[in-house]
């Protein structure tokens, strides 16, 4: 067995690996760069040690520090998680080298597997159903360019080193296709430090659905069942489940033994998914995962085991646990990634303090998370706080208590997806099966939310702030200005939500609230308002209202009935609304590097041109130009950092 395991990662992923190795009785080693010293996993570890300064490639991509920190803490194997350094083959065997065990399979696994191109034509050789494409070794932007005219639109290009959905663009019109194959060709040299792009055809509406396989070194090989992940935004999974829905029995089989012969083709090892895409009874081959995935907890949920227990077991040299007719299927699980990223605003990622994250505790649901209450959020990787599963004997029953534990997840601080989340969760599109990948790009306005802001919400959040005031706790009202005693005296609050400007007046008679009034909607009447530690209720209208509320520096966070509200007071002294209107201008939303400029100084853009682009927790954000004009000056150049709200450029009206 193995007695001492260093993580090679971060975040939930790290915790959820020490939790399992500290049942088996392994003592647990951390690392960290220099922006997560305080980070969860580290708390979570036995010890921890520093790998180096916050950029991913001097800290958890940097094999030596990682190989020094192992060396240094005596730790005997190392777990790489998933991204960083888990798909990386030179990685695998210099642990070989080092006396290491590294848990995964053998480098020449995930080397047959680093490189989509070849994969694919040598799956396709071992009878393994692929898309039609171009997978081939020349790579020039010209002969691409005739392949891809060749092969027809629309296709979709990849980077042949890629992962996570990244630096994929799809080309549906000929004028997109050169644009789009240099921005592909550009990401992957910056991002996998490999410019290979493979061409296929683009499936317009397809389903994502994959096979968890396990294998050991003594030529046992399973399959765990499958996984549907086609809740994605942007080719990143948010939603995913097991079993697939609605694959028919015949088609299961098939999937599952194609799952099998992929394994074996490369004499894998340990836990590995093959990803298909599922279009009209056909399924095709895309790539194999050579690691643990995030969504493996599904297959957790309906199998009962433990993937990283078997990982380790395997990793140590024993066979598998259990044989495949021995795997037991049972009920349905949906996990959701609540992810560090605003729905209202695109999706940019935001990082920061976290005032709160309080996550679900209810039963048949888990919790797989990377941070909590007072955790910083770096701006440095990617955006997952935490996955939360829930289990069900039917499908129904999983997503309808996933969707609950999603109301019960409270964010304040930073924007989250969670509300988003149980939204999708929640639609007939979902619960009824019919969706698929595109649906989330294609149709994402749906899961919007409400735009309007609900009166009640308003006046609860009023009376929050009338909690805050400095006065004695039993009798608030006595020390606020303008009370008089017997006197209704209005107290006016004005908010910014949702893009809107909220006004409140509150009525007061002997030192009571007794009504309110949302402008343009009609008084309600108040009683009954009570303030509790974590919120306020109170008789509004007939009915009495809970709301949760947080109060950090002017924002007052307001959960009910399923929605959160951020309530910004508009106090002329935060500049709050300001700073929020130069979203959309020549200002960088998020912190981040620069990685292309494509326009000089001089250069005359219409509105919609890309200006700059800059690339932050794992993404790209263009910044495109407002109006005609011309470029005056450029305040940064490709590879700067650019903190927050900096004007990136300037830029002359035609
Ligand atoms: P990565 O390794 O970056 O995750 P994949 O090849 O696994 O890339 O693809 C990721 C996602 O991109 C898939 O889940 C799917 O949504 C989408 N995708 C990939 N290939 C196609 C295709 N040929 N047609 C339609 N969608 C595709």
């Known amino acids: 067995m193995i007695k001492s395991l260093l993580v090679a990662n971060r975040g939930e992923i790290a915790c959820r690996i020490f939790r399992t190795a500290r049942r088996m009785g392994a003592r647990t080693v951390a690392v960290y760069s220099d922006a997560d010293a305080n980070a969860r996993h580290v708390r979570a570890a036995d010890e921890a040690w520093r790998l180096g300064p916050a950029a991913a490639r001097d800290s958890y991509l940097n094999v030596a520090a990682v190989l020094e920190a192992a060396r240094a803490s005596g730790a005997e194997a190392i777990h790489p998680g998933y991204g960083f350094l888990a798909e990386n083959a030179q990685f695998a065997a210099a642990c070989r080298n080092a006396d290491l065990t590294f848990v995964g399979p053998p480098p020449e696994s995930i080397h047959a597997m680093g490189s989509k191109i070849l994969a694919k034509l040598r799956m396709a050789a071992a009878g393994v159903p692929v898309l039609p494409g171009y997978a081939g070794e020349q790579q020039e932007l010209a002969h691409l360019e005739a392949e891809a005219r060749r092969l027809g639109l629309p296709l979709i290009i990849k980077p042949a080193a890629g992962g996570g959905g990244k630096g994929m663009q799809i080309v549906r019109k000929p004028a997109e296709l050169a644009p789009a194959l ?36 003594h030529g046992n090989r399973i399959h765990l069942g499958e996984r549907d992940c086609s809740i994605q935004r ?55 995962n050579t690691r643990l995935q995030v969504e493996h907890t599904v297959t957790e949920a309906v199998t009962g085991l433990d993937l990283v227990e078997w990982q380790l077991r395997v ?10 007719h021995e795997i037991r299927f049972a009920g349905h699980a949906i996990e959701a990634r609540v992810c560090a990223e605003d729905p209202a605003r695109g999706f940019l990622p935001s990082a920061g303090r976290l005032a709160l994250l309080e996550w679900p505790q209810s039963e048949s649901v888990r919790v797989d998370a990377g941070f909590g209450t007072g955790d910083t959020v770096p701006d440095s990787y990617d955006s997952l706080l935490g996955k939360v599963i829930a289990a069900g004997r039917t499908r ?30 929640r639609a007939p599109v979902f619960l009824e099966a019919r969706h698929n990948i595109a649906l989330l790009d294609e149709h994402l306005a749906d899961f919007a939310g409400p735009a309007a802001v609900p009166p009640e919400a308003a006046i609860l959040a009023a009376l929050a702030l009338h909690a805050d005031a400095p006065a ?79 109060s950090v520096d002017a924002h007052l966070y307001l959960w009910l009935a399923q929605e959160q509200f951020d309530f910004v007071l508009d106090d002329p002294r935060t500049h709050e609304f300001t700073a929020t209107a130069a979203v959309g201008g020549l200002t960088t939303p998020l912190p981040g590097v620069v990685v292309a400029v494509p326009v000089a100084v001089g250069a005359r853009v219409s509105a919609g041109d890309v200006l700059m682009v800059i690339e932050a927790m794992k993404m790209e954000h263009a910044i495109t130009a407002p109006h005609a004009g011309t470029v005056k000056t450029l305040h940064f150049a490709r590879g700067d950092r650019v903190p927050e709200g900096s004007e990136l450029l300037e830029l002359t009206p035609e």
């Open 472 to 550: 004695a706790p039993a009798s608030p009202w006595e020390l606020r200005d303008g009370f008089t005693p017997n006197l209704v005296t209005p107290i006016v609050y004005t908010f910014s939500v949702r893009g809107e400007r909220v006004v409140v007046e509150l009525e007061y008679a002997e030192g009571r609230p007794t009504g309110a009034t949302v402008r343009g909607h009609e008084r309600q009447s108040l009683a009954g308002v009570a303030w509790q530690p974590d919120g306020v209720a109170a008789q509004l209208g007939g009915e009495r209202r809970f709301a949760r509320c947080l």
């Open 182 to 217: 240099a921005a592909a060709r550009r990401l992957a040299e910056s991002a996998f430090g490999d410019g290979a792009l493979l061409l296929e055809r683009y499936l317009p509406a397809p389903r994502h659905v994959e096979v968890q396989v396990f294998a050991d070194a």
């Open 234 to 288: 942007r080719h990143q999974k948010l939603i995913e489940e097991a079993p697939a829905p609605e694959v028919p029995a015949e088609v299961r089989e098939r999937l599952r033994a194609a799952a099998l012969v992929v394994a074996r083709e490369i004499g894998y090892v340990g836990a590995g998914t093959v990803e298909f895409l599922f279009d009209h009874g056909e399924f095709f081959f895309m790539e194999m």
């Open 315 to 324: 990793a140590a040299g024993e066979t598998l646990p259990l044989a495949q």
């Open 396 to 425: 129904e029953e999983a997503a309808a208590r996933l969707a609950r534990a999603l109301d019960e997840t409270y964010c304040a601080g930073i924007a989250t997806n969670e509300r988003w989340l149980a939204r999708i969760l």
